[in-house]
């Protein structure tokens, strides 16, 4: 069963283009990513999607009903957790909850059950105005008043933006008890490696879908042995890398380099003899499995790779 169907969507700022001819689908109970970095159009279509924007063409609907017909059932159906802090800094964690039940005519008594375990971890700080509040913990009152009115699809934008390591982690395991209780989940990250917590994922820039897959099966269709390198004068190195013939891809990645060779048979020996002609101290070569990040950059690079090859 199909809980989110975008349908070739366009929308424009002005002369900006910020989602080209979108399409893809949501299945109910699926927890799926949008992976993308700032400006991809991560934060536009999440709005389309929780009837808060309208698209320029195409269409989207949510369990079957129509995102610009429909807004008023599908916001009873979805909870939205926008990507800036969304709740009411002068009003404390108890406060904002109650708001956000009114807004739904619900209560949060009524509905304590959905929030339960979430909440428990709040309730020390319920006199705390929100603004006073750690990352962590605005992170999880803004995630308890998107829960608050029993949304069966949840839009989250960039929930871990600006949260510690710890409280990342913590905040994917909520995710997925609420996977398990059934509700659909559709979160937007730009960190590639919350990727692999999802069941699939839509990678995109600038408007545009790169891949659409299982994590596994992205990983899985990364072309060809990938190489780590690493030596004293990196830069050096990536400039003698770029220039090199039998090199195809060459990008830095925290203190290594990430390099692919156009001979897909090619093996570690023959980057090494590529490699150790500049004699560059410290050089150090090892093959690695590539990450989400590392398909991502490959399938921007496409274009270029695709002209190459025809050129
Ligand atoms: N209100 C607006 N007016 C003009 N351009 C906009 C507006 N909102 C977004 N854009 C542009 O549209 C593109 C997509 O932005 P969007 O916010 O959807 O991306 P994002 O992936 O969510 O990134 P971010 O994390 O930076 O919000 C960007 O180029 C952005 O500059």
């Not at 039940?101 to 929100?130: C, H, M, W």
């Not at 003899?273 to 989400?292: D, H, K, M, Q, S």
Request: net charge neutral; aromatic share 8%; with cysteine.
């Amino acid at each position: 069963m199909i809980a989110v169907e975008v349908d070739e969507l366009e929308k424009r700022y002005g002369d900006s283009v910020a989602l080209k001819k979108i399409s893809f689908e949501v299945n109910r109970g699926e927890l799926f990513g949008l992976i993308g970095p700032d400006g991809a159009g991560k934060t536009t279509l999440l709005r389309i999607l929780a009837t808060l924007l309208l698209a320029d063409k195409g269409r989207a609907t949510i369990h079957g009903y129509d995102t610009v017909r429909e807004y008023r059932t599908i916001r009873n159906l979805v909870g939205y957790m926008p990507g800036r802090f969304s709740l009411y800094q002068d009003l404390t964690v108890e406060e904002n909850l109650r708001f956000f039940a009114t807004l739904f005519g619900t209560t949060v008594e009524e509905n304590y059950g959905q929030i339960k375990d979430i909440y428990d971890q709040l309730s020390p700080f319920k006199r705390r105005r929100a603004g006073k509040l750690s990352g962590g913990m605005k992170q999880k009152l803004a995630l308890c008043c998107a829960l608050i009115h029993k949304p069966e699809i949840l839009f989250l934008d960039e929930p871990t933006s600006g949260v510690d390591a710890v409280s990342r982690k913590e905040f994917w395991g909520i995710l997925h008890r609420l996977k398990r209780q059934g509700i659909t989940i559709l979160v937007s990250t730009p960190y590639m490696d919350e990727a692999m917590r999802c069941d699939r994922i839509v990678l995109i820039q600038n408007g545009i879908i790169l891949s659409i897959d299982s994590p596994a099966e992205i990983l899985q269709h990364y072309p060809g042995p990938l190489f780590a390198v690493k030596a004293d004068d990196i830069y050096g190195l990536l400039k003698f890398a770029r220039e090199l013939e039998p090199v195809e891809l060459s990008h830095a990645f925290g203190e290594y380099l990430h390099i692919t060779l156009k001979d897909k048979r090619a093996g570690l020996e023959q980057l090494h003899v590529l490699l150790e002609e500049c004699r560059f101290p410290g050089l150090e070569i090892r093959r690695i499995n590539p990450t989400i990040e590392d398909c991502f950059i490959r399938l921007m690079s496409e274009p270029e790779l695709n002209g190459n090859r025809n050129g």
